[in-house]
């Protein structure tokens, strides 16, 4: 589901929004941060890797275990965005 509140702002999600997007004004620039999207497999993650590389991404940490990570197992990889957003996919099974 997208949800659209106007020209600024867009929602995703899967039965509401909970993803929010914000236009920044013109004369400010974005701050860097940190996403995290959860992944439904292992292959999923590495397909993310692969596929933000493929698209102009920068590594920031391939596929693996980050054993530093609290809950194991934690499978994640990390990328920069066109932005310098790091973006990761992480698999933790149920």
């Not at 999600?13 to 914000?22: A, E, I, N, R, T």
Request: aromatic share 14%; hydrophobic share 35%.
């Amino acid at each position: 589901m997208i949800r659209v509140k106007n020209d600024a702002l867009i929602g995703y999600g899967s039965d509401y929004p909970y993803f929010w997007l914000k236009k920044l004004p013109e004369d400010k620039d974005p701050l860097p941060t940190h996403i995290a999207f959860d992944a439904p497999s292992r292959e999923a993650v590495d397909q993310f890797y692969q596929l933000a590389l493929q698209h102009g991404g920068r590594d920031n940490g391939g596929p693996g275990i980050r054993k530093e990570m609290s809950r194991q197992p934690y499978y994640s990889a990390f990328v920069f965005d066109l932005d310098g957003n790091n973006v990761e996919a992480v698999y933790l099974p149920k």
